[in-house]
């Protein structure tokens, strides 16, 4: 149990266009969800963490207008980055957990590469 | 702020062999769970093992056991008869609260662990 999906797991797109990225929780609901950001060879940096049915919290330094988050429904997340450009490019986390308490742990997709070409 | 610091950057072992990997903490709180995670070539982050902080036996998941010294606020990994598909990159994690009653993670530098046949 406990699943969480992230597509695409691979994306390369031009500077200037915008990618989605979907997280979704695929056998239990999530009323919030945590965007990383992981550059190579270092840790995983929080971006935002998304709340169903209200407006993300992103943390200092994060772009909200860059980093769009859409939490629409209990078992999906959104993250667009607009307006793309080649320092943008990462590996992308989504991360959601199945209780709301600091004793449940974090179930993550497999991730999203992106490219900025 | 709770921070997180893993100390050795990298670290090799050999196969069947035991390595410990080490992971302090800081915080103000008294009742907390910590947990390390897993990080393959393959990118996707796996929960390894957490341990409550109130409790005062260390953590035991098959192979891997946690030495954890609350005083110390020290919470070390060890991998018994290590495999070759130990490899990875090792997270330790503390949540930290997030607002709205939800807690998210925060992650450690990490540990480059390779395993030598």
């Known amino acids: 149990g406990a699943v969480v999906s992230q597509h695409p797991s691979r994306v390369i797109c031009k500077s200037g266009t915008s990618v989605k990225i979907e997280c979704r929780s695929l056998?239990?609901?999530?009323?919030?969800m945590f965007w990383y950001r992981q550059f190579p060879k270092q840790s995983l940096m929080l971006m935002a963490t998304?709340?169903?049915?209200?407006?993300?919290?992103?943390e200092q330094g994060v772009e909200k207008d860059k980093f769009l988050i859409n939490h629409a429904s209990l078992t999906l997340s959104t993250l667009t980055v607009t307006s793309a450009h080649p320092e943008d490019s990462s590996f992308y986390i989504c991360?959601?957990?199945?209780?709301?308490?600091?004793?449940?742990?974090?179930?993550f997709g497999n991730g999203t590469r992106l490219t900025v070409t | 702020a709770q921070t997180v610091t893993q100390s050795q950057p990298e670290m090799s072992v050999q196969e069947a062999e035991t390595v410990t990997l080490s992971c302090t903490y800081d915080?103000?709180?008294?009742?907390?769970?910590l947990f390390w995670y897993k990080q393959p070539p393959s990118r996707q982050m796996i929960l390894v093992i957490r341990q409550e902080a109130y409790k005062q036996q260390n953590a035991t998941e098959n192979r891997f056991s946690v030495n954890f010294q609350k005083a110390a606020k020290s919470f070390s990994l060890k991998i018994s008869d290590s495999q070759l598909g130990d490899t990875a990159m090792y997270f330790c994690a503390f949540p930290a609260y997030s607002g709205a009653g939800s807690y998210q993670l925060t992650f450690g530098k990490g540990t480059k662990l390779s395993v030598i046949p």
């Open positions: 991360s959601a957990r199945t209780g709301q308490g600091y004793n449940s742990p974090l179930h």
């Open positions: 056998d239990f609901q999530a009323t919030t």
């Open positions: 915080t103000s709180e008294s009742n907390y769970y």
């Open positions: 998304s709340n169903e049915g209200s407006k993300a919290t992103y």
